[in-house]
């Protein structure tokens, strides 16, 4: 006769394995809500790729805005070696693009400001040369848009 008390069907050979605690003093295990869980992951996941995203996003925009930047210089320089110049341009130096009332373009050092409101022309643009013999554009003026959109 078997002197164990408790019924062999009611007695694990393995307790470790149970997915409950099976005794009064065993740490309390609770089941994993896997739907939670991958819910959980995919925000997690979402929140991550998202700001990846955005960061990524900018730095196209600030890609786009520095080639826009070019381009402009390089519309600007075309322009001016198009324009009247009567004096030789310096590396450096600060000259105005004017537009005259034939159509056709101006170099001058002569600033907006310097003109008082008795301008002849309409200003396009303040420039600087720099090394490359392209143009820094300081300042716009209302032809600048015009000029710049009408003859392409």
């Known amino acids: 006769m078997d002197k164990n008390p408790i019924d062999k069907d009611k007695i694990a050979e393995n307790p470790h394995l149970l997915p409950y605690a099976h005794h009064v003093g065993s740490a309390i295990i609770r089941p994993i809500d896997k739907g939670k869980e991958k819910g959980l992951s995919m925000t997690a996941m979402y929140q991550q790729t998202e700001s990846s995203l955005t960061q990524i996003k900018e730095q196209v925009e600030t890609l786009i805005k520095q080639a826009q930047e070019i381009h402009d210089r390089i519309d600007l320089s075309e322009k001016i070696y198009e324009s009247e110049v009567g004096f030789r341009p310096l590396i450096g130096q600060v000259y105005h693009l004017y537009k005259k009332k034939d159509g056709k373009s101006v170099i001058s050092l002569i600033s907006p400001v310097e003109w008082n409101e008795k301008c002849p ?19 716009k003026g209302t032809a600048y848009t015009e000029r710049f959109k009408t003859d392409k």
């Open 121 to 139: 022309y309409d200003f396009i643009a303040s420039m600087r040369m720099l090394a490359d013999h392209t143009w820094d554009i300081l300042e």
